[in-house]
């Protein structure tokens, strides 16, 4: 899925049906075989919300001035970076992550003028999916 809009960008911005199709039904096909998989949420389904533990920390603070997209952008970018820093990915995989949301637009960094990484943990230390 993430080849695919790495490699279809082109024909995503020009809104190819086909092409969107196919990537909301790999999508979905992905988040189905995950529940199936983990239908207690015993672990597996927690990559459903990659993004999602610092987006919404950051979404809490941004209401109304960023889109929930935007937000989770940014936490797929910094949830990335701690894994990088841990050895756990290679420098590709961050530099991949990067270059496809610059592609689709999407921001890959907040303004410490708009919020801090203090902000953003203290409302993380509140989200329900943390």
């Known amino acids: 899925l993430f080849q695919l809009l790495e490699l279809e960008s082109e024909k995503m911005h020009a809104k190819d049906a086909e092409v969107l199709m ?34 919404h920390g950051i979404e809490a603070l941004l209401t109304g001035r ?31 992550l990067l270059s496809c949301c ?3 637009n999407l921001p890959v960094a907040i303004p410490e003028s708009l919020v801090t990484a203090s902000a953003i943990l203290a409302k993380m230390a509140v989200d329900k999916k943390n």
Request: aromatic share 4%.
């Open 22 to 55: 196919d990537v909301i039904l790999r999508a979905v096909r992905v988040k189905v075989e995950v529940v199936i998989k983990d239908e207690k949420e015993g672990g597996l389904r927690a990559i459903l919300n990659f993004g999602h533990s610092v987006g």
């Open 66 to 96: 960023w889109l929930h997209g935007e937000c989770v952008a940014v936490g797929m970018i910094k949830e990335t970076e701690v894994s990088r820093a841990r050895g756990r990915l290679s420098p590709d995989a961050l530099n991949r």
């Open 102 to 104: 610059q592609t689709y």
